[in-house]
């Protein structure tokens, strides 16, 4: 079947830890991207890449990092940077043609817990 | 900027009675318009888009929207909600061109009450 996997589900960090979250997609999309979701403050863009080997940050990139070594893996890891790393973070996928709108899908999301 | 306001955080309706989700949006170019829904602890799921073309879009579990441009709002509605219905509801743009993120408002928890 084709989609997005985000692993793990569940994921505790100890303050001061860097962890990273796995997102992959076999649905042979260009573009990949990672959002925040905070009770409250809807999905906001952490970092998005276009491209293999390119990703540009969105509105909330401190604390964050990435990279994009492959078309179906775009992992995000938080830093002991992030403050207020507690949250439930979605990554999205979508065909990247350049002259129209193209659908972007979720991923199942990882909750991540600073304990 | 683009920036989406999504104006009720809760809406608590009995089952068989319709609703309406509100959303307005500011931005200085043209964009795409979107409706999300997520249920309890999952990713979101697509219900329903305006690219062009007429205003009324239809999406899918019988939901529809309406692009009213003039006002810049783009309000979800359901004719009669079930007990399923009841989830959190994303109102979303994006650019037509150049960054193609999404820019989302803050939810609306749709409570359907028996």
């Known amino acids: 079947d084709g989609g997005i996997t985000q692993s793990p589900k569940y994921l505790f960090r100890k303050e001061g830890q860097n962890v990273t979250l796995s997102c992959e997609q076999n649905l042979n999309h260009d573009a990949m991207y990672w959002y925040r979701q905070d009770p409250g403050q809807g999905l906001r863009l952490i970092y998005y890449s276009q491209i293999v080997n390119d990703f540009q940050k969105g509105d909330i990139a401190e604390g964050y990092s990435v990279s994009r070594e492959k078309k179906e893996s775009f992992p995000l890891t938080v830093t002991s940077a992030q403050k207020n790393p507690t949250a439930f973070y979605l990554c999205a996928s979508s065909i990247e043609t350049g002259g129209s709108y193209n659908e972007q899908f979720f991923g199942p999301g990882t909750r991540l817990t600073v304990l | 900027a683009q920036s989406v306001t999504q104006l009720d955080s809760q809406v608590p309706v009995f089952e068989e009675a319709p609703v309406e989700l509100r959303c307005n949006y500011s931005s200085s170019v043209s964009v795409y318009l979107f409706w999300y829904v997520q249920y309890p602890n999952q990713g979101l799921q697509l219900l329903l888009k305006?690219?062009?073309?007429?205003?009324l879009v239809k999406g899918i579990n019988g939901f529809e929207a309406e692009f009213n441009k003039s006002q810049t709002s783009f309000h979800l509605r359901k004719p009669s909600v079930h007990i399923s219905d009841t989830a959190e509801y994303f109102c979303?743009?994006?650019?037509?061109?150049?960054?193609?993120?999404?820019?989302f408002g803050s939810g609306t928890r749709l409570q359907v009450q028996p």
């Open positions: 305006y690219l062009s073309g007429s205003t």
């Open positions: 979303a743009v994006s650019y037509f061109t150049g960054r193609r993120a999404l820019t």
